[in-house]
């Protein structure tokens, strides 16, 4: 283990200073990410300011008939709070879909939004990762890619975005709160806070050096039929290979994201407009420039077949 100093400030705009200055600062919460990585030495931050004493723990009603979910809330508790399960349903079973009920306990909305990729190249040390060492190389692009990107990936990175809850926030058009250390506050949309690789996959989100997320918003409901499905490897504790998050109106219109396939949550509202006609032309729509390989071509076919039985399910 490498040495790092630890401090646990009382404000989020304080927790913002503390990084301040400071390249190899981390923010640490439940950290069922960050200490994994820094076990493997991946991540080795020089410092960690703990943002456990922030009260960003809440889920309130906001003014616009939403909810605004703190950083720091559990995923079980929201998973498990009754408005979420009412009007939010598929955060709730996209949330429960992920992980075990242990690290549910411990992993927090923000931290569960900054979780980083689980593409073996990026674990594994010993292989190039330009995500994990720019500029090193990508070692998936001529090895095994099984698991990986089909779409939004680039010549430097085609790892995916691994997390369940990230595809239900974008389905719902949540927005990300943020901090930084001047006390600025931030308002991110869900579509504009994961980004793509390009020539910098080392980067996975839009938030600024030292920005703290204080918290997510989720507006209005939108009624219809919420819907999660996650095809996996195996049924617990792995992460998708394909999933699937629906709202369906009784009128078959709706929304879809989709998870497992792409860098980051994937959604193409113009797509959308297809759901009444069916799953292969929505698939076809959401996956036009889809560039698999070898090894990940089945999740074209996949895709399809999981939304297909998402649109089943929300007729029945």
């Not at 079973?93 to 979780?115: C, D, F, H, I, V």
């Not at 099984?146 to 927005?175: F, K």
Request: include cysteine; proline fraction near 6%; charge should be positive.
């Amino acid at each position: 283990m490498k040495s790092f100093t630890y401090e646990r400030p009382s404000t989020p705009a304080q927790a913002a200073q503390a990084l301040s200055g400071k390249p190899n600062a981390k923010f640490i919460a439940g950290g069922t990410n960050l200490l994994d990585l820094m076990k493997l030495q991946i991540e080795t931050p020089t410092h960690l300011v703990d943002v456990n004493g922030l009260g960003l723990d809440k889920i309130e009603a906001t003014p616009e008939g939403g909810l605004r979910v703190g950083a720091l809330v559990r995923n079980t508790d929201l998973a498990a709070d009754a408005r979420v399960r009412k009007d939010y349903a598929v955060l709730s079973r996209a949330l429960l879909a992920g992980a075990s009920g242990q690290l549910r306990n411990k992993a927090t909305t923000a931290g569960n939004l900054l979780q980083r990729t689980r593409c073996p190249y990026f674990y594994d040390t010993a292989q190039p990762c330009n995500k994990r060492q720019p500029g090193s190389g990508c070692g998936a692009l001529a090895g095994v890619s099984r698991t990986l990107a089909i779409i939004g990936a680039s010549e430097a990175c085609i790892a995916t975005h691994p997390g369940d809850m990230a595809v239900a926030m974008r389905v719902l058009d949540a927005t990300v709160e943020t901090v930084d250390a001047r006390g600025n506050a931030r308002r991110i949309p869900m579509a504009e806070f994961h980004r793509l690789p390009g020539d910098r996959p080392e980067i996975d989100t839009t938030l600024k050096p030292g920005e703290l997320i204080t918290a997510v918003t989720l507006p209005k409901p939108l009624g219809g039929k919420h819907i999660y499905r996650k095809v996996r490897d195996r049924a617990s504790y792995a992460y998708a290979l394909v999933s699937v998050a629906a709202v369906i109106q009784p009128d078959g219109s709706g929304r879809v994201a989709l998870g497992g396939i792409a860098p980051k949550p994937w959604r193409v509202e113009a797509a959308e407009g297809v759901l009444p006609k069916g799953a292969r032309a929505t698939t076809e729509q959401l996956l036009a420039g889809a560039k698999p390989t070898h090894d990940n071509a089945y999740k074209i076919k996949l895709a399809e077949r999981t939304l297909g039985a998402a649109l089943i399910e929300a007729r029945a």
